[in-house]
């Protein structure tokens, strides 16, 4: 957390369950597991203060959610997520993909943000829905 930011029960118990989860977790997500510990607000400041603080990133989902990822190597000032987020139909989970993407822009185009999103299913559902159809 940011040096000059007091650290709160509710940012550690959030910052906590974003670790943990080893994915992009919703605001419902977070309000599902902490919902007897930390009201709805509360949980909307600190996932908006730890994007500006480069402590997650914010991706939007193709479902209009906003899902929020822990950040490895990104500051208050450089958010460093050139790839793109997976979502599964089947189990609704949402990842990063490791992979950086390069974008080539025309000449004179300078990028600030890349939001590249994929649906589909994951390696885990892909096989379950290919063992039901066997």
Do not use: W
């Not at 914010?58 to 460093?80: L, M, V």
């Amino acid at each position: 957390m940011k040096k000059n930011t007091r650290n709160t029960k509710a940012q550690t118990l959030i910052l906590d369950s974003i670790k943990t989860s080893k994915k992009a977790v919703s605001h419902d997500f977070l309000q599902g597991q902490l919902q007897q510990e930390i009201d709805r607000a509360t949980i909307y400041r600190v996932l908006n203060r730890f994007s500006k603080d480069g402590i997650v990133h914010k991706i939007i989902g193709d479902d209009g959610k906003q899902y929020f990822a822990y950040c490895i190597n990104c500051s208050e000032k450089k958010h460093k997520h050139q790839h793109f987020h997976f979502r599964c139909l089947r189990c609704d989970t949402v990842e990063c993909l490791e992979q950086e993407i390069k974008v080539k822009l025309p000449p004179g185009y300078t990028a600030d943000n890349f939001n590249g999103f994929i649906s589909g299913y994951c390696a885990s559902c892909t096989t379950a829905l290919e063992t039901a159809l066997i």
